[in-house]
């Protein structure tokens, strides 16, 4: 008899409908069971699925005893309360990356999942289970590049301009807690989880002049400092013209790697009168496709395996430690000292 781990999913938007169609379609080791959004159409979307269960509230899908794990895809604002609110209610959980906005957030669900150590709680830092990362973490933990004192890397989205990141930043904690932390996680990774020290941060608007009322930008830069001497230097925009153009780069005393450079659709160029060219990601979900499905197929593997979780949870503490400092350099406009770090 083949095992398999019974979801509900919560938060059907922009990329809770994306998770649904994994879950439904592409991970044998699970069932998408329930789906839970407030939003009626978005409920309608997920039956057209298949998904079988529709809850219009949390509290209706933590309740379902149909349900071993649930997927949180929900305003990063509510992470903390579900994520306890489901251990509280036996349940598995995936959350999506940020953990939450603030540390004492971050450390109540890491004493919730403390106590229930027979559940597997896990972040979805997405880039670490892409295949090109993947290999770059190993050629490095290999020594292919000596010892990594450097890692520049910038989270760029392709300018949206009907407006929805001017909504989001209601909920988002900010560019730096939302793309930076993404750069900050795989950071940690690469570097071998040296401890941050100081962080630095600035930020503009090049178009979308709502996000003033957030005290958000579109477009940031930050740098940070470990104690070991390690250095990373982070860009995020909302605004690229071309795409999503996501990459990453390590400096070590051997030599250096680059994962995700010339972002690109696929492998056709085009030359003509104008010149060669070749088309870029359009989106995060296109660039991390299989990243993506691997990351719910670990999770899912997590839990029927009794293994612990893929990604430890102190990780997507130390993570939002150090994107909440660059939050603080760049609001205060001053050095942030990087206090309590693990
Ligand atoms: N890993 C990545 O690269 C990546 C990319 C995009 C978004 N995210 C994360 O995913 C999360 C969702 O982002 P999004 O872009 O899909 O946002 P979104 O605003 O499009 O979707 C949020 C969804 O949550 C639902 N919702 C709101 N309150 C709810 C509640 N109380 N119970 C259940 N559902 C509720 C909304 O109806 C909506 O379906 C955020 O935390 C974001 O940081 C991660």
């Known amino acids: 008899v083949t095992r398999s781990l019974r979801v509900g999913i919560a938060g059907l938007g922009r990329l809770g409908m994306r998770h649904a169609e994994n879950l439904m379609q592409r991970i044998p080791e699970v069932e998408l069971l329930a789906a839970c959004s407030p939003v009626g159409t978005e409920r309608a979307a997920a039956g057209a699925l298949g998904v079988p269960r529709l809850h219009a509230d949390y509290g209706g899908l933590l309740s379902d005893p149909y349900i071993d794990a649930v997927f949180l895809v929900t305003p990063t604002s509510l992470h903390a309360d579900q994520i306890v609110a489901a251990l509280e209610a036996g349940k598995h959980v995936f959350c999506e990356k940020p953990l939450a906005l603030n540390l004492a957030d971050c450390l109540r669900v890491e004493a919730a999942a403390a106590k229930r150590p027979d559940l597997v709680v896990m972040i979805g830092f997405v880039r670490r289970f892409d295949p090109s990362y993947r290999d770059a973490a190993a050629r490095i933990a290999a ?62 608007i090049a178009l979308h002049e709502g996000l003033r009322q957030y005290g958000d930008v579109d477009n940031a830069v930050a740098t940070v400092e470990f104690a070991g001497g390690q250095l990373a230097t982070f860009f995020a925009s909302r605004t690229l013209a071309h795409g999503q153009d996501t990459h990453t780069e390590v400096f070590g005393t051997a030599g250096s790697l680059a994962v995700g450079l010339g972002a690109r659709l696929n492998r056709v160029d085009l030359c003509d009168e ?57 609001r205060e406009r ?9």
Do not use: M
């Not at 070749?278 to 993506?292: G, I, N, V, W």
């Not at 997590?302 to 102190?314: K, N």
């Open 143 to 204: 020594g292919a590049i000596g010892r990594p004192y450097f890692v520049r890397s910038q989270t760029t989205d392709k300018n949206d301009p009907s407006g929805f990141f001017v909504k989001f930043a209601a909920t988002s904690g900010g560019i730096f807690l939302d793309c930076t932390i993404h750069d900050i996680d795989l950071a940690r990774w690469l570097l071998g989880a040296p401890t941050p020290v100081r962080a630095w941060a600035s930020g503009t």
């Open 274 to 330: 104008r010149g060669q060219r070749h088309e870029c990601t359009p989106d995060f979900f296109s660039r991390f496709y299989e990243a993506f499905q691997a990351e719910a197929q670990a999770f899912a593997r997590a839990v029927l395996d009794r293994q612990p979780s893929p990604l430890p949870l102190a990780d997507a503490t130390e993570a939002t430690r150090v994107a909440i400092a660059v939050t603080h350099a760049f």
């Open 334 to 342: 001053r050095i942030v000292e990087v206090e309590g770090a693990r």
